[in-house]
Every structure is written in structure tokens, then in C-alpha cells.
């Protein structure tokens, strides 16, 4: 009886070792997978960021070509006009 009371001793004391070393892994996991979800938020923020100054930087292209083409177009109708008007003169004369 003695022996079976040792016996069962040592293995609640085993049963609760591991489960305290169980608790310890379970926290120690906890506290990488908090780490990667920082580490991912971080990245994911950084990417927002770089994607707007892209988008930023897009729209200024697109502005800046939108104007020059206007001013070519505005370039190319004066030109028609000149073009006009010398045409114009010539078949007067």
C-alpha cells in the first residue's frame, strides 16, 4: 500500500510538472505568435504607405501629362489656324 502511495505520488507530481511546462509553452507561443503579429502589422502598414505615395506619385504623372497634352493640343489648333489663314491669303491673291 505504501509503494502504490509512492507510486501515485511521483506521478501527480509528473502530472503536474507537465502541465505547468505545458502552460509555460503554451505562453512562450503566445508571445512568438504576438511578436509575427506585430512583425506582420508593421509590414502591412509600411505597404499602405508605399502604395499611397505610388498612388500619389501616379496622379502627379497623370496631371502633368494630362496638362502637356493640352498644350499640345492647344499648340496643334493654333498651328491649324496659321495654316488656315495662309491658305486663305494665298487663294485671294
Known sequence: ????????AVLVIAG????CATTN????????????????????TTATSQASVSANN???SAATATAEA?????AA??????LDRLLNK???K
Open 77 to 82: 489648333e493654333a498651328t491649324n489656324a496659321k
Open 25 to 44: 509553452a503554451v505562453e512562450e507561443l503566445r508571445t512568438e505568435l504576438r511578436t509575427e503579429i506585430n512583425a506582420v502589422q508593421s509590414q502591412v
Open 70 to 74: 493640352s498644350r499640345a493640343a492647344d
Open 90 to 92: 494665298t487663294m485671294m
Open 58 to 60: 501616379a496622379a502627379a
Open 16 to 19: 503536474l510538472a507537465s502541465a
Open 1 to 8: 500500500m505504501i509503494k502504490l502511495l509512492k507510486v501515485s
